[in-house]
């Protein structure tokens, strides 16, 4: 079988591009790896075939240089490893079909809402899915609305790894936390504070770029490990079915793998409705019988390496259907358990690093 060439961007800091990385790296395709990240000492740039520094997507010359170094590697398949990448990349996707490079997306309309977290909760609503009760605040006075707590605020759009989220369990707390969110965004969202810490599962579901539906799976979380929360307080409230401490995930997930159909099949159904012809991931949580969806994710997931191990791997999957021409079996098996994750490290030699800045060039 001839080596399939494969560009991973973001590949450094923990995130999806990392995470797609070790996914190919699990396959028993083989893969010429070549890898970019605007962070010189990114760990994933030493563990690609062939690496690049490159300028944030915000810069001007982004797709450009990205589409050169495509074309000197005779790359197949793009994969996109940060939200800034995948808004950049989403816009010009022609660009890069027009040279046959396959990049597994959403439609943007499905990106447009499923980045904006007001926007998601709309959709959900509208068509007739469980949400948390929500508000979206412009200015200060939006916050008199607010009647129920524990709440949550957090970024309508941006945010990823739950930064700038924030738990309020009074109005008090409510004004400090949104006078200091409306400093730095134009507004922001508020959720109310649904379920119990073990109540919490990301939802994986994939689609084909034909908009075939593939296959479904989730993590129920463990997010009071150490690595998996951003934000845990005592609940000081009288809503005392919601455990006791309230929290917020890191977005670094572990826990028990599985099919979990009370989560995956409604899943699917949100999945269709949106139109996917890609990876999709569903944050939600589990409260009185019901699944309410809380966030929305319209790419491949930080734990798509975590299902890899156990059979599921996404990129893998994508490339076999759209590069190799595999018919992909839906719902094919794939093992269940429980994985934990730590922390590691890598000692980069710099005189070992080969790496070419795009840029300079």
């Known amino acids: ?21 070790k996914c190919l790296q699990m396959s028993s395709l083989e893969y010429n790896i070549v890898g970019c990240d605007m962070n010189r000492n990114s760990m994933g740039l030493s563990k690609v075939n062939k690496a690049y520094l490159v300028p944030p997507a915000s810069h001007p010359d982004y797709i450009e240089m990205l589409l050169r170094i495509c074309k000197e590697n ?3 398949v ?19 079909e027009d040279n046959e490079i396959f990049i597994p997306f959403n439609p943007e309309n499905v990106i447009e809402i499923c980045m904006d977290k007001f926007l998601t909760m709309r959709f959900l609503h509208e068509n007739g899915f469980e949400i948390p009760k929500y508000w979206n605040v412009k200015e200060e006075r939006d916050l008199e609305n607010i009647d129920i ?25 409510l004004q400090l936390f949104g006078k200091y969110l409306l400093k730095i965004y134009n507004q922001f969202l508020v959720q109310e504070y649904i379920g119990t810490v073990d109540s919490e599962y990301t939802v994986g579901v994939l689609h084909g770029s034909n908009g075939r539906y593939i296959n479904s799976i989730a993590v ?9 929360n951003k934000t845990r307080v005592v609940n000081r409230t009288a809503k005392k079915d919601l455990g006791d401490i309230l929290a917020i995930s890191s977005g670094v997930s572990q826990g028990e793998i599985g099919r979990f159909e009370e989560v995956t099949e409604p899943c699917k159904r949100i999945a269709q409705k ?15 019988h019901k699944m ?23 990129p893998d999957i994508l490339i076999r259907e759209n590069i190799l021409g595999e018919k992909i079996e839906q719902d094919f098996t794939y ?15 710099q005189e070992a690093m080969k790496v070419i800045e795009e840029g300079k060039r």
């Open 1 to 21: 079988m001839p080596q399939i060439n494969v560009m991973v961007t973001g590949v450094g800091g923990g995130g999806v591009g990392e995470q797609i990385l």
């Open 74 to 76: 005779e790359i197949q």
């Open 78 to 96: 793009l994969f996109h490893g940060s939200e800034p990448e995948m808004k950049v990349l989403s816009r010009s996707r022609r660009v890069f």
């Open 149 to 173: 707590f524990p709440i949550v605020l957090k970024p309508s759009v941006g945010g990823g790894g739950s930064v700038n989220t924030f738990i309020a369990q009074n109005f008090e707390e």
């Open 220 to 228: 129920r979380k463990s997010i009071l490990s150490g690595l998996s």
């Open 274 to 288: 949106l139109g996917c012809t890609a990876a999709l991931n569903i944050q939600c949580r589990i409260y009185n």
């Open 292 to 314: 309410y969806v809380f966030e929305i994710n319209p790419r491949i997931s930080g734990t798509s390496s975590l299902r890899a191990m156990v059979g599921y791997n996404e």
């Open 335 to 349: 093992r269940s358990g429980f994985i934990a994750r730590g922390l590691s490290e890598s000692f980069i030699a």
